[in-house]
C-alpha cells in the first residue's frame, strides 16, 4: 500500500499525523477512507458526529481492520473543548473542515452560521500558528458572490465574455448582497477567516492552504429528511433532489431553477486534497479552486438529469410532472439571496498540482444515485406506510 509513493517532485512521501476536524461529515468521510485505504498517514478523527465513519472506526476489539491503528476518533465540539489545542500539538497536519455549511441556514442562523465559519475557526487558526503547524482550511466557493456579469444588462454581448463570469482565485471580487440578505453571512465570515488566515501567513509565516469547493456531491452528502435526519431539515440540492425522487414527489426549483452550478465529484476532489496534503511545497501559501468547469447545469437540468438517471437506476418510470416552482422566500425564508453561476478558474490548481477532474455529470450521478436508492429506498416506503398518528 504504502512503502514506495513518491510526492510530485519524486521525494519519498513520509506518514505523518493528521488532525481532522469535522472529518466526520461528507468531505471528512471520504478523506479519512482515501487516507485510510492508500496512505501509510494517522488521522485523529475530530467530530461532534462519528456516524458517516463508523465504518471505519474499528468496532470495539475485533482487529478486523487493517488501518485500526491508525485511525482516532475524538467526540468533542472545537467551540468549548480544551482537548483541541492537544490534538493540534500532537499532530504535522491540521485540516479544518468543521462548519454550518448548508444554505438553508444562513438566512435563518445566520449567528450560528457567523461563529461556526469564523469564530470558532479562531482558535484553530491560533494554535496552528503558535505551535508553527501546517493547515488546510475549507473555505468556499461562495466567497466569490455574484458574477460581475450579473449586473450587466440582460441583451449585454460582454455576458458571454469569461473574463465576466470565470472566478479566478487572484483576480475576481468577492461580490456580496446587501446585509439584509442575510444569505451571505456565510460568504462573508468564511472570507473573513481567508483574509485571517492569509495574514496569519503574511505575518507569521503560517504555512497554510485555503480550499475553495465548488460543489461537491456524491454519497453521504448531508441527510434524508425524517430518515437520517430532521423531517422539517433542509439540505443542499443534492439530497434535496434525492429526497424527492425517493419519496416520488416533484423536484422544487427555487426561483425558476435559473441559477447555475458546476459540480464536481467527491472522488475526483478528494484526489485533488491527497496531492496538497502529500505536496506542501506546492501547496502551501496557495488558494485553490477546486471544482469542474465542464459541468455546468442551470439547477432545472440539474433536477431533469436526476429525474432520468434515477428512473434508470431504480427501474421506476419518473412523474408525469417532474418538477414545480416554489419561490425563495417560500422555501428559504427571508433574507435568502442566490449566486448566479459558478465556473472556476483551473490555472492555479494544474500549474501546482497537475489536478484534473475526470468525471462527467451523468457518471457521478448514475453512482451518486445509485448508492441513494440502494440505502434509502427501502427505509422511505417503510416510512411512507407508517400509519401517521393523530
Ligand atoms: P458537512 O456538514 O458534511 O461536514 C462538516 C462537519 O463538521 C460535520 O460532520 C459537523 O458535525 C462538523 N462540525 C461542525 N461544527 C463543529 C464543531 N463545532 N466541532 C466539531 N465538529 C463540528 O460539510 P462538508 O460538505 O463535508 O463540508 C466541509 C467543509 O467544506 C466546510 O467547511 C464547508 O464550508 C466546505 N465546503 C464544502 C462544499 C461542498 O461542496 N461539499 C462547498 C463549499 C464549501
Ligand atoms: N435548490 C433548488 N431546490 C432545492 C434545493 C436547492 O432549486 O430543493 C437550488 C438553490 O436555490 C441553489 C442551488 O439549488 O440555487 C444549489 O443549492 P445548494 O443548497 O446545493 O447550495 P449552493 O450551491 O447554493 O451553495
Redesign the pocket.
Known sequence: MASGRVDLDGNPIKPITICM?????????HLCEKLLAETPHKVLA????GD?IKHLLEPSGSGSLPWSDRIQFHR????N?PRLEGLIKMADLII???????PADYNTRPLDTIY??FI?ALPVVKYCSENSKRLI??????IYGKTIGCFLPKDSPLRQDPAYFVLKEDDSPCIFGPIEKQRWS?ACA?QLIERLIYAEGAENGLEFTI???????GP???FIPGIDGPSEGVP?VLACFSNNLLRREPLKLVDGGQSQRTF?Y?KD?IEAVLLMIENPARANGQIFNVGNPNNEVTVRQLAEMMTQVYSKVSAEPPLDTPTIDVSSKEFYGEGYDDSDKRIPDMTIINRQLGWNPKTSLWDLLESTLTYQHRTYAEAIKKAISKPVAN
Open positions: 476536524i469535522g472529518a466526520g461529515g461528507f468531505i471528512g468521510s475530530v467530530d461532534v458526529y458517516k468533542l465540539n472545537i467551540k473543548d479544518n473542515l468543521a462548519a454550518i455549511c448548508t461556526s465559519n470558532d482550511h475549507f473555505s468556499t466557493c461562495e456565510y468564511k480550499v475553495r469547493p465548488f460543489n461537491w456531491i453521504r452528502m448531508d443542499r464536481v467527491i476532489a
